[in-house]
Nanobody
Framework: QVQLVESGGGLVQAGGSLRLSCAASGLPFSTYAMGWFRQAPGKEREFVTSISWDGGRTSYVNSVKGRFTISRNNAETTVYLQMNSLKPEDTAVYYC??????????????????WGQGTQVTVSS
């Protein structure tokens, strides 16, 4: 049974930073692409970033490029999201998800098959 546990969310002022973690278990983590999505109140869940199974390729939605960084530690079966220069519009529940086996990462929700419970990020102005 796949389990994903996100942590690191919280309340931060605009311009601040947070680091989210997603600890995975129940799967051969090092062989799967991973992604982060977010969902703001009243909005659809949207793609934020993804990382390939080997960490060699990353992809970001335009609104976070240059501010967010995804990384992974396969030995610790954990994927991270470093968020800098946070803006109020980054406020959302952030979810990590398991992508395709030996995948390069993808912005499409349909390519993700297991999801964490989410962690709230609130950015005040």
């Amino acid at each position: 049974q796949v389990q994903l546990v996100e942590s690191g969310g919280g309340l931060v002022q605009a311009g601040g930073s947070l680091r989210l973690s997603c600890a995975a278990s129940g799967l051969p983590f090092s062989t799967y692409a991973m992604g982060w999505f977010r969902q703001a109140p009243g909005k659809e869940r949207e793609f934020v970033t993804s990382i390939s199974w080997d960490g060699g390729r990353t992809s970001y939605v335009n609104s976070v490029k240059g501010r967010f960084t995804i990384s992974r530690n396969n030995a610790e079966t954990t994927v991270y999201l470093q968020m800098n220069s946070l803006k109020p519009e980054d406020t959302a529940v952030y979810y990590c998800a398991v992508g395709q086996r030996l995948g390069l990462g993808s912005p499409a929700r349909a390519n993700y098959h297991d999801w964490g419970q989410g962690t709230q990020v609130t950015v005040s102005s």
